[in-house]
Structure formats: structure tokens, C-alpha cells
């Protein structure tokens, strides 16, 4: 699993059934992988079902060589770096994963729950854990570059590597668009970001450094049509004045957004405020025993930053801690204090 460190065993889980577990966990992201530790250190059994075949969520598929400056403690992380982390985190919990399993459904059984999969895995579980982000996301296309998908035409960027010496046109106006223009701006032959507006949806302090970086900026201007004979070799822009500019396009990277969808999970009965899911403090949903964190949850005030999901899976997770074991503690104890085997090294 190429996310885990090599020194770090990769998770792994039956393919269809369970025993009981105390907790099941929707979504293997970083809000997913940190309620996975902090239920192991309660003393919750997990499993952990996500749609990908790798733990790491939207972190792990967009941008895992891209720096994080906002999580704290570390002043830059990669998201390959943080997944990894946060799964060697959990590793002595023994969570297990059902990896490139959808959760279509929950049932009620009596005080507990079965959470079903598209693979037929039935999961039992004393509480559930919702930590799916906005569901499944599909990136906004640029139709004249649907035909060159796979062949040139990509939605995120996992390895910079890979573009070392291509010339690369990226169109979007956000940070994803311009975040990966200046990581690849070392790297690749020449790197143009074209953009449909005049100004970007970016951090300002990104766009200042995009201007002052080597790469050709194009504003008010779009991609219209795509050429290559087998893989895609160049692309048209339309600019400002109506003039059209044929570049060389090795790679073509469209950072247009994404539709998000939650899928089976809108059906379950929780209770939904504009496609997310409403909880109260304790990060509970409409149904007993159901909890949602992450940017899938919704809460007045609330700020979609991974840190802040950090918090709320550890809100959750201590929540549902004391609701499986009446009489049981909500303040957890200091993890210092824990037995030297279950600190990871």
C-alpha cells in the first residue's frame, strides 16, 4: 500500500464479515484515521471502511507531495507524510480496514447498528462514526479534453515526478491550481496556469508567489480545444483580446472543482442541511449512537480545516466512548500515561 511508510505494516481486513467491533468508521481521510487511534486509546475496537484502495482520503488521491503548513506541531507536512503518520498513529489499535468498500447501508439492530458495504462485508458495530468528507467527489471536466483522459489529461497531481521536464498548462483559479503550478515550477520544462477570470480564488500569499515565479500566467482565458495524435501534445487557448494561442501541452491538469455527492449515506435518515450533516456539540447526528466529523458535518460556526476535524473525531469518539460503557469517563486521561505498548514509537 504505497501510503504507509515501508517500516509500517500495511492494514489490512477481512473481505467480507466482521465480529463486532465497538466503533465502525466511515472514511479512511485524516479525520477518519485519527478517530481510529483515538477509539483505540478508549479502548474501542474499529473497523474502517473507506471507497479507496488506500488509506488517506482526498489528502492521499489529490495531493499527497503537497505541503501543509496548518496542522499543528508541524510547520510543513506533506499529505503523504501526514497519512502516513496518522496510520502508524493508529497501528497499535489494530484498526481494521475494508479498503475499496463503498458503505451503502445502516441498519438498526436493537441498540446497535449494521453498517453494509457494495462488497457485502456486514459490519456490527455499538456506534458509527461518519468521517466521509462530502461523499464522493467527481472533478468538474473541460470537455475538449474528455477524450485525452489518462493519455495527458489528469485531475490532481499525485507525483510530481512524473511531469519533470513536460511542459504542463494547468486551468483553475483556486488553490489547488495554483499550489500545484508552483510545486511543478521547479521541475517541469515550462508550466502555464490559465485561468478564465482576471484575479484568483487563491491564497493571496500564493498568487504573490505565482507572479513572481517563472510560470506564464494567462487570466481571462480558457482552454477550448485539445490536440495529439495517441497522447495529448497541445492545447488552444482563447485570450483576452479573442486571439487563440496553440502551447505545447504534455499534460494538461484541470483543478475546475469537483461535484460532490453523498451517495448511499443521504439515504440513511440523518438529519441533512445543504448536502452535509447536522450535528449537535458532541458531534452526534439525527440517529442515537451515529456521530458525523469532518467537512461532511455541519455545525453553526464550524471551519473546514483538517485540524479542526482532528478535534471533532476526538469529541466523537469520546462521546460514543461513554456511550457504550455507562459509567465510563468523558475526559480521557493523559496519553502520557498510557502503557508503552500502545504509544506508537
Known sequence: MSTVAPETPAPSGPEHGLAAVDLAIVGAGPTGLYGAYYAGFRGL???????????????????????????????????????????????????????????????????????????????????????AGLGRVTPRKLPCAVAYEGRGVVYHVPRLEEHRARDVVITGGGDSAVDWALALAPIARSVTIVHRRASFRAHEHSVRQLYRSPVRVLTDAQVVACYGTGRLASVDVRTENGGTLNLSAHTLITALGFVTNLGPLAGWGMELEYRQIRVDATMRTSLPGVYAVGDGCTYTGRVPLISVGFGEAATAVNHAAVALRPGARLAPGHSSDAHPALVPA
Open 45 to 131: 475496537s474499529t473497523a474502517v471502511v473507506d471507497a479507496q484502495s488506500e488509506p488517506g482520503g482526498q489528502v492521499a488521491a489529490m495531493y499527497p507531495e503537497k505541503p501543509l503548513y496548518d496542522i499543528a506541531a508541524h510547520p510543513a507536512v506533506t499529505g503523504r507524510e501526514l497519512i502516513d503518520n496518522l496510520v502508524r498513529q493508529a497501528a497499535p489499535f489494530e484498526p481494521r480496514y475494508l479498503l475499496g468498500h463503498t458503505a451503502t447501508t445502516l441498519e438498526a439492530d436493537g441498540t446497535r447498528w449494521i453498517l453494509g458495504t457494495d462488497h457485502g462485508a456486514r459490519i456490527h458495530a455499538g456506534a458509527v462514526l461518519v468521517a
